[in-house]
């Protein structure tokens, strides 16, 4: 295949006069474990259901591992693994009656994988679904998804419910799958684990994309965290030097902060370093930060 898994440009989805999706372009590479954020409303499960084939696209070009999902749903979704948000299954079936329901319907299975994933998020798999809390019914979808012999997981909040000891074995789970050539397509409002887990992430809002590629490559849009402690009568002389660079920061009690763009970075260590400041500290921008660039509204 010389396509990406997943390769969308100006898809638009409309209900009615609502257009949830409206010219979104979403490029995934093989093997890529890429982030796929948003607030509610965004436009992340209607774009979802477009790659699953549950929803047809108004316009643009949608391929999924090559295929047209809307022509082909069932050749693309033999071939991927699917975990929403909120998994309902069948009550009266046990968790390993699941397991086998849902290796039928696909056809082939790893039992081996299967056993060991159910007993990597400590599921038991003997119980009925109707005794499972929310927590173990996504254990059920997790382990159903990993274990299968797909080429593209594609998970809209899959660890709703998980305790953190859970999340620890579901993050495992992705890098094996990631690292077995296994593309993923992670939809989550947990910004630390898309950072800790995603190579890409792409940000859209109101069903239109806003920022999208490499992490490491994105961080420039966000200002590094700047830190340094200085005598309390050197801050002020710091602080106008940095003022000529252009930045703005705040001094307290000989603690000098500021936010500074990539590109000013060496210049504004330097300073600090010309002051003999004994404790310097730089965070690079997080995830978060680039998220909520893009959220936050200042308040009134």
């Known amino acids: 295949m010389t396509e990406p898994p997943i390769d969308v440009s100006g898809l638009v989805k409309r209900f009615g006069g609502?257009?949830?999706?409206g010219g979104l372009d979403l490029r995934v590479g093989p093997a890529e474990v890429h982030g796929f954020l948003g607030p509610n409303g965004a436009g992340k499960s209607t774009t979802i259901r477009v790659l699953l084939g549950l929803h047809h696209a108004d316009a643009g070009r949608?391929?999924?591992?090559?295929?047209?999902?809307?022509?082909?749903?069932?050749?693309?979704?033999r071939r991927i693994s699917y975990v929403p948000g909120e998994v309902t299954l069948w009550p009266n079936l046990t968790g390993q009656e699941i397991l086998d329901a849902f290796a039928g319907l696909r056809g082939s299975r790893d039992k081996a994988a299967e056993k060991r994933l159910?007993?990597?998020f400590a599921l038991d798999t003997g119980r009925l679904v109707r005794t499972y809390s929310k927590g173990n019914r996504q254990k059920v979808a997790l382990v159903a998804a990993f274990a299968a012999r797909t080429d593209l997981l594609i998970l809209d909040e899959p660890t709703s419910g998980l305790d953190p000891l859970m999340e620890e074995v579901f993050q495992g789970?992705?890098?094996?799958?990631?690292?077995?050539?296994?593309?993923?397509?992670?939809?989550?409002?947990?910004?630390?684990?898309?950072?800790?887990?995603?190579?890409?992430?792409?940000?859209i809002k109101d069903g239109h994309l806003v920022e999208s590629g490499q992490l490491s490559d994105m961080r420039h849009l966000a200002a590094s965290v700047?830190?340094?402690?200085?005598?309390?009568?050197?801050?002020?002389t710091v602080m106008a030097r940095l003022?000529?660079?252009?930045?703005?920061g705040e001094t307290t009690a000989g603690t000098v902060r500021l936010a500074v763009p990539r590109d000013l970075v060496p210049a504004v260590l330097a300073i600090l370093a010309d002051a003999d400041a004994p404790d310097i500290t730089c965070t690079p921008a997080s995830l978060e930060d680039l998220f909520l660039r893009h959220y936050v509204v200042a308040p009134r």
Do not use: F, M
């Open 18 to 21: 609502y257009t949830a999706v």
């Open 226 to 236: 700047v830190t340094a402690h200085l005598p309390g009568r050197d801050a002020a």
């Open 173 to 203: 789970a992705v890098r094996d799958a990631a690292a077995a050539g296994r593309t993923v397509l992670l939809s989550s409002h947990i910004l630390g684990e898309v950072e800790d887990l995603c190579d890409a992430v792409t940000i």
């Open 118 to 120: 159910a007993g990597a």
């Open 243 to 248: 003022r000529q660079t252009g930045l703005t």
């Open 62 to 77: 949608v391929r999924v591992l090559g295929r047209d999902p809307a022509r082909q749903a069932a050749e693309v979704t």
